[in-house]
């Protein structure tokens, strides 16, 4: 795309509704986007910055990240050298962080619509009707390169930038979910990059007093360089109280409130969308600084503004600070902003407006108000003890004029910035397809031997040593608590609720990023399907290597392609998501982990279904069957990798009608009420850990039965720790209910089993050989506790 | 009953306790901004909720424990008004005075967040009388600083006048080392004043106050709150 030169564009007050995803503002209040009569305009502005800063150079344009040909763009847009303040600018808002410019192309191709999603990509976080005049907003972020560097203030501030995400939009956040992955346990800074995260997340999320209740960990050693910290936030807002980021309204103030501005952070969304290297040590000034008291305050403000009519239009300043804040918000609105940096709320003397500018100081919101409201919700921020300052108002040039000293600083059209960055078609590969595992050909393991070291391997160890460092039941309303399949918040005085999972299994995505990013969906789907949700929607977060290799490339777009393929098969929309790439070190990268997030709705909580057995000689059932009846597949299962010590073959096929059949059987039994007394979604590690994890969760042991018909088809470990998709185990109360359940599966075509029954303190596999369950859940609980407390050397 | 919840800056649990006080006697507390300088007279219970007040910045419940509205409560639970404080709230009045001892960081350093037995050691009071003394009842737990400390003297005056409320302990009842989650002396997990009439303790009896939530637990303090105070 040819960058188009932009003078002083003709203003157009409201965005067209077919180029830009805004929904009206509110439509009972008539003059938000008049024009202010008491205000007077700013003289006329100075085509050419008169400050003395230093004029940009081809060298300094490197420097920023910015490639020759987005440099001569800038020159083009421009007509003239940019300075210092103007190239820092540019090169944040063409990050790759901010702007999406590889993958651009690829995301516009996933579903985004349904006749529940009130607001898609492209605000601050989507949006979705759960009825009763309430919606439920949610997004996930990455904040991996931060995380790494510092893993404490990387994973709080992490924390507190997706919460300012949900906020922003007018809701309170009722929960927190994260999704972790760190490199081998045998790499030396894993111990401290882990307990550093977890501190960081639950010294943020608790303080502000929103429960963490979910969320995934992986050890892989392709992670060893470069950790994945992705945060979600899901919350509640009235339907009719949605806010959003376009401004509006000539001579309407801008308002900076929250913390003041410091020196920290500066370039964060820069260094977040380059590799790492030797040096990355040194980028630790760039990580920003989390302080959750005064996020919690800022909540409580903001919502209390929300609740009156004072807000145009609210955005928080997250990467790239009140850069992308501000022109994000007048590029929406496709108006321009007259800005006074001496206004800005500062933490320290003698800042530039580079520095200003840049800053990813946290805990800070921009918003537009209508005029005459200045002092209304000036006194809410004084009352929560908050900075509080007018900085600008609208114009209708089209600019971004800061102004600091007397001087103009800086000069820049929004629109070439904001809308026309740089889009690439980066050339890619498709990924080599792995052969399919024969379960024939893999050898056999005695059973319990397997058991006990899945049960024990870091991937599917209890995460109980983190979750307790997370208040995960503050505000009251948590029905869920971690470690089932979904977690389980309650909407506050109602006896509904919104389950919410994250799911990736990122060895798939590495045989496979095609069917691999199709399991994550399926299994978000499951997740929820599993505590009786009906699915809604969907967030992602795309963490990639670098986009310039072609088979790096080829990932992402083969991932996306199963994303959508998926989301489509499931009537379940991406609503919301964040693109994470250059997760690569020293050319090293990680495996391609296309994490979901995803949130459901249960329409009556006294028939939500958890996974733990709830009494003694209750029939257990498998639901579903392998892909075309074989079975068994041990392509890419962690029976695989951790007894086998293999990570070969072809990961699982996810046939999604399959899915969507057996899921939506699985969900009338639960919502039938009075049947299904368990239910637990088959995933890692197989049916018989599934098995041990529901044992342990209810501390009653099972006697599994394999079936004498069917004895033959597949050798016992395939079936026992085969990774088929779509299948869930239940249980039921009694005899005459696994006879309803066999034949309500019967009429919906879905396979159905009996497979054991509950009962004792040990699990059993056809006959006397037995495993305790005080024996598994030694094991199944001690290795993260054994190893965060076994120390060692801590680099 | 008329109650009022203490709201700090920074306070996360006072819509939690405000819904189980709520649920027990049917009557809305009063929210109380820290900044009241004038209290109602007719309030019948002061509760200082869970959260992090003021940050916690310098140490749990310092800060909040100046705080305008505390001068008044500390005036009332003088005069005889009840007063109870849960977690953070707990800290704040030990820092106020109101109570005896500190809350130290926890002895692991990390934050916990589980549940935990307690062991009723006496129901002789408005908060316990729906209790047995002896009784084992399950609360859960949130904090960073719980880890109760109390010199050998205070610790003496505490068990001489009854004044200790529950101690952490196992599913059966037996106060073990084992069962103790932070390090507080004596697995003390709540006192009370010397009057009996002021409660602090570090479980949060408003989490397992619903079914719904996984237990009954804490509902009992507040039903016997209601009765007593109505």
């Keep these: ?795 | 009953m008329k109650t009022a919840v203490i709201v700090f800056p920074g306070s996360n649990c006072d819509r939690d306790v405000a819904v189980a006080l709520e649920r027990s006697s049917g009557q809305a507390p009063d929210m109380l901004w820290h900044r009241e300088t004038e209290v109602p007279r007719d309030i019948d219970l002061f509760v200082v909720p869970g959260g992090f007040a003021y940050g916690d910045y310098l140490r749990a419940g310092a800060v909040a424990a100046h705080s305008p509205v505390m001068r008044e409560v500390k005036a009332r639970a003088d005069e005889g008004t009840p007063v109870l404080g849960i977690c953070n709230g707990f800290q704040v009045l030990t820092e106020a005075g109101l109570l005896p001892g500190v809350l130290m960081p926890n002895m692991g350093l990390r934050f916990l967040c589980r549940d935990v037995y307690l062991l009723v050691e006496s129901h002789d009071s408005l908060f316990t009388d729906r209790y047995d003394t002896d009784q084992v009842i399950r609360l859960p737990i949130a904090h960073h600083d719980g880890n109760y400390f109390v010199d050998d003297d205070t610790l003496k005056r505490l068990q001489d006048h009854e004044q200790i409320a529950f101690r952490y302990c196992d599913a059966d009842g037996a106060v073990t080392a084992a069962a103790n989650p932070n390090g507080s002396r004596d697995n003390i997990a709540g006192v009370f004043n010397r009057e009996r009439r002021v409660l602090g303790l570090m479980p949060h009896p408003e989490r397992l106050a619903d079914p719904l939530l996984g237990g009954i637990d804490g509902k009992p303090m507040f039903d016997c709150l209601a009765e007593a105070l109505s």
């Excluded at chain 1, 470069?226 to 949605?242: C, E, K, S, Y």
């Excluded at chain 1, 509006?248 to 900076?256: A, D, E, I, L, T």
């Excluded at chain 1, 999972?501 to 199709?518: I, M």
């Design chain 1, 1 to 795: 795309m040819k960058p188009k030169r932009v003078g002083l564009p003709r203003v157009v007050r409201r965005p067209s509704p077919a180029t830009e995803p805004v929904p009206d503002m509110n439509e009972s209040d008539g003059n938000e986007g008049e024009p202010n009569e008491s205000w007077a305009p700013p003289p006329p502005v100075a085509v050419v910055p008169r400050s003395p800063q230093p004029a940009a150079t081809p060298q300094i344009a490197t420097e920023h990240g910015l490639s020759d040909e987005e440099y001569q763009r800038v020159l083009s847009i421009l007509g003239r050298t940019p300075n210092l303040t103007e190239l820092g600018i540019f090169s944040v808002m063409w990050s790759e962080h901010c702007s999406y410019k590889s993958s651009k192309k690829w995301l516009k191709t996933l579903p985004t619509t349904a006749p529940w999603v009130v607001c898609g990509p492209g605000e601050n976080a989507g949006v979705v009707d759960i009825g009763d005049g309430l919606v439920v907003i949610f997004k996930m972020e990455s904040h991996n390169h931060p995380s790494f560097i510092e893993p404490y203030q990387g994973a709080a501030t992490g924390v507190g930038g997706i919460l300012r995400d949900v906020f922003t939009m007018g809701a309170r956040p009722v929960a927190n979910l994260n999704a972790l992955r760190f490199g081998s346990p045998d790499h030396p800074r894993t111990r401290h990059l882990v307990a550093g995260v977890v501190a960081g997340i639950g010294g943020y999320g608790n303080c502000v007093g929103v429960p963490t209740v979910g969320g995934e960990v992986n050890f892989h050693p392709s992670y060893n360089g470069n950790i994945l910290v992705n945060a979600m936030t899901v919350g509640i807002a009235p339907r009719d109280r949605i806010f959003y980021s376009a401004a509006s309204g000539v001579g309407n103030p801008v308002v900076y409130v929250g913390s003041k501005t410091g020196r920290d952070g500066i370039h964060g969304a820069t260094m977040a969308s380059a590799e790492f290297n030797a040096d990355s040590e040194e980028k630790r000034p760039t990580v920003q600084v989390g302080d959750p008291f005064t996020e919690k305050l800022l909540i409580e403000a903001c919502l209390e503004l929300m609740a009156t009519d004072a807000i145009v239009a609210i955005q928080d300043m997250g990467a790239a600070g009140l850069t992308s804040s501000s022109f994000e918000m007048a590029s929406k609105g496709k108006l321009g902003i007259d800005m006074d940096l001496d206004a800005v709320p500062m933490r320290e003397t003698g800042m530039t407006p580079y520095e200003l500018m840049l800053s990813e100081s946290q805990e800070r919101m921009l918003m537009v108000l209508k005029p005459g409201k200045e002092n209304l919700a000036q006194a809410i921020f004084r009352k929560w003890e908050l900075d509080f300052a007018v900085i600008g108002h609208l114009t209708d040039t089209g600019r971004m004029v800061l102004r600091m000293g007397g001087a103009v600083v800086a000069d820049l059209p929004i629109d070439p910035l904001a809308q026309a960055s740089p889009e690439y078609d980066r050339p890619w590969v498709p990924t080599r397809r792995q052969p399919v595992i024969k379960p024939d050909d893999v050898p056999g393991r005695d059973w319990r031997q397997a058991l006990g070291k899945l049960m024990a391997c870091p991937d599917l160890v209890s995460r109980r040593w983190i979750w307790e460092q997370y208040d995960h039941m503050v505000m009251g309303d948590t029905v869920q608590r971690p470690g089932g399949d979904a977690a389980v918040i309650r909407i506050h005085g109602r006896n509904r609720g919104l389950a919410m999972t994250t799911d990736c299994t990122p060895r798939y995505c590495l045989a496979d990023p095609k069917e691999g990013a199709k399991q994550a969906v399926a299994e978000a789907w499951r997740n929820l399907t599993a505590v009786g949700a009906r699915p809604l929607a969907v967030t992602d977060n795309l963490n990639f290597g670098n986009p310039q290799k072609p088979e790096i490339m080829g990932q992402l777009v083969e991932a996306i392609a199963g994303m959508a393929e998926a989301c489509r098969a499931l009537d379940f929309p991406v609503v919301s998501g964040n693109v994470s790439l250059y997760n690569e070190t020293s050319g090293q990268a990680i495996l391609p982990t296309p994490t979901i997030g995803a949130v459901g709705i249960i329409d009556d909580l006294g028939r939500m279904a958890t996974l733990a057995f709830k009494g003694e000689n209750q029939p257990v059932l498998l639901i579903g069957d392998a892909v075309g009846g074989r079975g068994g597949w041990l392509g890419q299962s962690l029976y695989m990798r951790e007894v086998l010590d293999s990570e070969d073959g072809a990961p699982p096929e996810v046939n999604l009608q399959i899915e969507r059949r057996n899921g939506t059987l699985v969900r009338e039994l639960i919502e039938r009420g009075g049947i299904v007394t368990a239910c637990h979604d088959i995933a890692d590690g197989g049916l018989l850990v599934a098995l041990a994890e529901m044992a342990l969760a209810g501390d009653i042991g099972v006697a599994v039965a394999t079936d004498p018909a069917s004895a033959h088809a597949q050798p016992l470990h395939a079936w026992l720790f085969g990774e088929d998709q779509g299948r869930y185990i239940l249980t039921v109360a009694d005899d005459g209910a696994a006879d309803a359940v066999m034949r309500a599966s019967a009429e919906k075509g879905v396979p159905c089993r009996r497979i054991g029954l509950t009962g004792g303190d040990e699990i059993t596999v056809d006959g006397p050989d037995a495993m305790t369950l005080e024996e598994i859940r030694t094991l199944h609980e001690g290795w993260l506790p054994d190893y965060m407390n076994a120390g060692g050397p801590i680099v």
